[in-house]
């Protein structure tokens, strides 16, 4: 046989070609023999693995076109260029994502559809945490079916402009600061409020009604200005929180507080004879016995203040004076007349008290 490089080529190769080799392992040992490709091909594919390949370098600048699947069991790292999805993407559970739904991390570090922050509603963003320091910026409607509760205080530095309806079921309670309002407040609908609003500054009203329900009630610790109407169809409590009785009216005293006060004036009965003190309007008085007189409450001592003492029964001499060093006409006391049904009346400059003569009635 000639020398192997003596030989032509065969061409194209197919796995039913032969060459010529050496069987170390058979009997007798190395002795040469033919092999076919398609063996050769055989052998080399279930002997080498991608471990092998990798072992020998695991760097390449080709592509890699797989149709199968690719399970991993490690981390996967990608440092650079895109990343391109295809197909269908299955989370952590092995679930593919439902319209609307994205990849969210559970508590594990396991990512899961979920409905993410797409599509995810206002229960579930305060569920995951329902404080914040940016600001809201609402371009639709607040609709509150529960109570609002400020503990700290509110600063707006722009314009309120309420067009529609405020309707409340709840409470407004304010236990912070003020409401510091440097803009205007400009409320075109109805606040129709069920619950209670309590307020310790300062409503100022130029235009519109402040309309109370008749079943609300509106207690103000502060100062309530309107330059419009209040039209108030419920209940309305004074400075001390009380309800007015029939006929009462709302008087201001001298720090601006407000307490109800009967429209009517009132009236007592005394016997000068026991050197009484009387505090009413009207002062129905008798003398049983001769010397006595009829004090003049020092509550009653009010700059305009007038208070009218009528002699009801007997003749008899008795005297008018007044509590608290007030003097009456300049003096301490002051004889009242002993006509029968006569009329004396007397005003009060806050200090002292000034008496007419008397006259029948």
């Known amino acids: 046989m000639g020398k192997i490089s003596t030989y032509a080529n065969a061409s194209p190769v197919t796995i039913s070609d032969k060459f010529i080799g050496t069987e170390v392992a058979g009997t007798p040992v190395n002795v040469t023999k033919n092999f076919l490709i398609s063996d050769l091909l055989t052998l080399f594919q279930s002997n080498i693995t991608l471990q092998n390949v990798l072992d020998a370098g695991n760097t390449a600048t080709q592509s890699i076109i797989l149709t199968g699947d690719i399970t991993q069991t490690g981390n996967l790292t990608q440092s650079g260029g895109a990343l391109t999805l295809g197909g269908t993407v299955k989370d952590f559970n092995g679930s593919l994502g439902n319209n609307g739904e994205t990849l969210v991390c559970n508590a594990l570090g396991q990512l899961v559809f979920g409905s993410g922050l797409t599509n995810q509603n206002l229960s579930q963003v305060l569920a995951i945490g329902n404080t914040a320091t940016n600001d809201i910026n609402l371009t639709g409607n607040l609709n509150l079916t529960g109570n609002i509760v400020e503990t700290g205080n509110i600063g707006l530095t722009g314009n309120i402009t309420q067009a529609g309806d405020v309707s409340l079921t709840g409470n407004i309670t304010q236990t912070g600061g003020n409401y510091g309002l440097t803009g205007n407040i400009t409320q075109a609908g109805n606040y129709g409020i069920t619950g209670n609003i309590t307020h310790i500054g300062a409503y100022s009203f130029s235009g519109g009604q402040f309309t109370m329900g008749a079943t609300g009630t509106m207690v103000l610790g502060g100062a309530l200005t309107c330059n419009s109407s209040i039209s108030l169809t419920g209940t309305v409590k004074d400075y001390t929180d009380t309800l007015g009785a029939a006929n009462q009216f709302l008087v201001s005293n001298a720090s601006g507080q407000v307490t109800w006060q009967s429209t009517l004036p009132s009236s007592t009965t005394v016997d000068a004879a026991g050197d009484p003190s009387a505090n009413a309007d009207v002062i129905f008085y008798s003398a049983s016995s001769g010397g006595g007189t009829v004090y003049l409450d020092s509550a009653l001592n ?31 006391a002051k004889p009242l007349p002993t006509t029968l049904y006569s009329e004396t009346t007397c005003i009060s400059d806050g200090t002292d008290w000034y008496c007419n003569n008397g006259s029948p009635l």
């Open 302 to 332: 009010v700059a305009g203040k007038k208070v009218v003492l009528v002699r009801t029964s007997t003749t008899t001499a008795a005297n008018i004076g007044a509590n608290g060093g007030a003097l009456v006409n300049g003096v301490s």
